[in-house]
């Protein structure tokens, strides 16, 4: 399947999560939320590894191990604060801010992994910004 289709259901389920987490904070604490939400992800993500015989670490290089580990600090950090964000803003508030991640994705692709600075894509990063500025006042 083609890169766009598999984004563009990021996309969509990205969307869903924002209003199933949202429900799921409701009246319990955000670190919580968030555990069980983890718990979740690991059964999801060991039963699909384990389905698709894709549960070989050893392929695993010692940088694998270390960027897939700063990842996943990351993106625990990244949902701590969305849950924190979710129990005092409505969906309308952090959905929009939370998307900025594209614009901070794009310039760390630039700096970081030396991508090729497309006006295009700056363009589309300047209008995520002014929507979001937008959806805030």
Same mark, same amino acid.
Request: proline fraction near 6%; hydrophobic fraction near 60%.
């Given at each position: 399947m083609d890169y766009r289709i598999?984004? &563009?259901l990021s996309a969509l389920f990205a969307g869903i999560t924002a209003i199933l987490a949202k429900?799921?904070? $409701?009246?319990?604490?955000?670190?919580? %939320?968030?555990?069980?939400?983890?718990a979740f992800v690991l059964i999801?993500?060991?039963?699909?590894?384990? %389905?698709?015989?894709? %549960? $070989? &670490?050893s392929n695993l290089t010692r940088e694998n191990w270390i960027f897939l580990g700063l990842s996943a600090v990351a993106t625990w950090l990244s949902w701590l604060c969305y849950f924190r964000a979710l129990q005092s803003g409505t969906v309308s508030q952090v959905a929009p801010i939370d998307k900025l991640s594209f614009v901070i994705a794009m310039i760390l692709g630039i700096v970081i992994l030396k991508e090729k600075f497309e006006p295009k894509v700056a363009l589309g990063a300047v209008l995520i910004v002014a929507g979001v500025l937008i959806t805030l006042k």
């Open positions: 598999w984004a &563009l429900k799921g904070v $409701d009246g319990v604490p955000p670190n919580t %939320a968030l555990f069980v939400r983890v999801f993500s060991v039963s699909l590894a384990v %389905a698709a015989k894709e %549960a $070989d &670490l």
